[in-house]
C-alpha cells in the first residue's frame, strides 16, 4: 500500500485548501488514517484521524477550522482546512495504521505506513 498527499500549496491567510491522501495497492481498504504536520525546527505532530469505520477525531486547538472525511470510492482521506493562520505552515503528512480499529489515535508509533507528505505555507 502507498499513501500520495496532494492538495498543498501557498495560500494567503484567512484562505481554505482541502488536502488529498490517497491510499493505492492492495492489501488495505480504508484503512485508519492519521494526519499529521512538521515545521521547521519542530516534532511532527497529530491532529486529525479518521478510522476503519468512519470514526473521526480531530484535537480541540483545530477542530473549528480543520475538517476530515473519506471517500470510499476513491479511497481518499481528505482535510479541509479553513481560515488558514501562518502557524499552520507546515509540511502535512498521512499515515495508515495496518490494524483494524473502530477508533483511531494520533500516536505516531501507530502509523507504519506514511506518505511523502505535502508542504502547506500560509503568508500573512
Known amino acids: 500500500v502507498q499513501l500520495v498527499e496532494s492538495g498543498g500549496g501557498l495560500v494567503q491567510a484567512g484562505g481554505s485548501l482541502r488536502l488529498s491522501c490517497a491510499a493505492s495497492?492492495?492489501?488495505?481498504?480504508?484503512?485508519?488514517i492519521g494526519w499529521f504536520r512538521q515545521a521547521p525546527g519542530k516534532e511532527r505532530e497529530g491532529f486529525a484521524c479518521i478510522s476503519d469505520t468512519d470514526n473521526t477525531f480531530v484535537i480541540g486547538s483545530v477542530k473549528d477550522r480543520f475538517t476530515i472525511s473519506r471517500d470510499h470510492a476513491k479511497n481518499t482521506v481528505f482535510l479541509q482546512i479553513s481560515s488558514l493562520r501562518p502557524e499552520d505552515t507546515a509540511k502535512y503528512y498521512c499515515?495508515?495504521?495496518?490494524?483494524?480499529?473502530?477508533?483511531?489515535?494520533?500516536?505516531?508509533?501507530?502509523?507504519?505506513?506514511w506518505g511523502q507528505g505535502t508542504q502547506v505555507t500560509v503568508s500573512s
Open positions: 499515515a495508515a495504521d495496518s490494524e483494524f480499529s473502530n477508533y483511531c489515535s494520533l500516536i505516531l508509533r501507530d502509523y507504519d505506513i
Open positions: 495497492g492492495s492489501g488495505l481498504d480504508y484503512p485508519t
